[in-house]
């Protein structure tokens, strides 16, 4: 489970979140929280804090994408059959084909591959890191991302959210219980 700019200790979603999040941490599973602050949240339930720059979870993401699709981490089967967008081979009708999301990660279109490097320098994450979490993400069935609400209040905010969306589809971690 990650919590990813997410305190539920401090801000309640809901009435059981945090008895859940209690029970899934007593089972032993690990829980990772990205966020800026040490919060009440990291400190109780994390297994391991990520603490990342202000505003740039977009960096971290397409890191993880990164080496998720370099090391054929992703979830095929799953993406051919319920994405669109992510490569030439799976863009919508009547889209530029270079408009893909492949492209952009390695750095087809604008020469910039998306690696843990590059993004450590954003986020200030460090490239192993950024390596481990992405092929631990990646390798766990099922796997939660459950994210805060303020992620989506800073500019480009909304690109967070589809990126953590992304995440989920690229592992195949949609609809699983």
């Known amino acids: 489970?990650?919590?990813?700019?997410?305190?539920?200790?401090?801000?309640?979603?809901?009435?059981?979140?945090?008895?859940?999040?209690?029970?899934?941490?007593?089972?032993?599973?690990?829980?990772?929280?990205?966020?800026p602050r040490q919060s009440d949240s990291a400190i109780g339930?994390?297994?391991?804090?990520?603490?990342?720059?202000?505003?740039?979870?977009?960096?971290?993401?397409?890191?993880?994408?990164?080496?998720?699709?370099?090391?054929?981490l992703q979830d095929q089967a799953f993406m051919d059959a319920h994405c669109i967008g992510f490569d030439?081979?799976?863009?919508?009708?009547?889209?530029?084909?270079?408009?893909?999301?492949?492209?952009?990660?390695?750095?087809?279109?604008?020469?910039?591959?998306?690696?843990?490097?590059?993004?450590e320098q954003i986020c200030g994450v460090p490239a192993e890191t950024i390596?481990?979490?992405?092929?631990q993400y990646a390798s766990t069935k099922p796997a939660c991302i459950l994210p805060g609400l303020g992620l989506q209040r800073t500019g480009n905010g909304e690109q967070t959210f589809r990126g953590l969306a992304m995440l989920c589809a690229l592992t195949g971690n949609v609809g699983k219980p």
Do not use: C
């Not at 700019?5 to 829980?31: A, C, F, M, W």
């Not at 297994?47 to 054929?72: C, F």
């Open 88 to 119: 030439r081979n799976h863009m919508p009708a009547g889209a530029p084909k270079h408009e893909n999301y492949y492209d952009y990660l390695f750095g087809i279109k604008d020469g910039v591959e998306k690696t843990p490097e590059w993004a």
């Open 45 to 72: 339930y994390g297994s391991e804090w990520i603490g990342i720059r202000p505003s740039t979870d977009g960096a971290l993401i397409d890191a993880m994408a990164y080496v998720i699709w370099k090391e054929g």
């Open 1 to 35: 489970m990650i919590l990813w700019g997410h305190n539920p200790s401090e801000t309640i979603l809901g009435t059981y979140t945090n008895y859940y999040i209690s029970q899934v941490r007593d089972k032993g599973v690990p829980i990772i929280v990205i966020d």
């Open 131 to 135: 390596r481990r979490i992405a092929r």
